[in-house]
C-alpha cells in the first residue's frame, strides 16, 4: 500500500535550519513527481517545492535560494533542507506525490514552527 510518512519538523528559531524527510512505501513514488505542500493557519494549502524524476526541481518564489528539495532514489526518500527560516514558513508541513500538480497522495503533515 502506497504511504508517505514525513518526520523532521520542530520548533526552531528565525534564521535557522530545519531538514524534513519524507520515506515512501510503494514501487509508484520511484517514478512519479513528489514534492512538498505547506499549511499555514488561516490560509491555503501552497505548493513549496517539486521534484521530477530525471532531477528537475520546481520552487515556490518564496523560498527559491533557501530551500531545496531532494531524493534519495534508493530509498525512496525526498527532503526538504529549509534554511534561513522566517516566522512567515511557520505552517503543516506535507509530503506529497502526484502525476500533475495536484497530488495524488498525501502523507500526514509535520509541523514546523518559526519563532522570531
Known amino acids: 500500500q502506497e504511504q508517505l510518512v514525513e518526520s523532521g519538523g520542530g520548533l526552531v528559531q528565525a534564521g535557522g535550519s530545519l531538514r524534513l524527510s519524507c520515506a515512501a512505501s510503494?514501487?509508484?513514488?520511484?517514478?512519479?513527481?513528489m514534492g512538498w505542500f505547506r499549511q499555514a493557519p488561516g490560509k491555503q494549502r501552497e505548493l513549496v517545492a517539486r521534484i521530477i524524476p530525471g532531477g528537475r526541481t520546481v520552487y515556490a518564489d518564496s523560498v527559491k535560494g533557501r530551500f531545496t528539495i531532494s531524493k534519495a532514489n534508493a530509498y525512496n526518500t525526498v527532503y526538504l533542507q529549509m534554511n534561513s527560516l522566517k516566522p512567515e514558513d511557520t505552517a503543516v508541513y506535507y509530503c506529497?506525490?502526484?502525476?500533475?500538480?495536484?497530488?495524488?497522495?498525501w502523507g500526514q503533515g509535520t509541523q514546523v514552527t518559526v519563532t522570531s
Open positions: 510503494g514501487s509508484i513514488f520511484s517514478i512519479i513527481p
Open positions: 506529497t506525490a502526484g502525476v500533475t500538480l495536484t497530488p495524488d497522495f
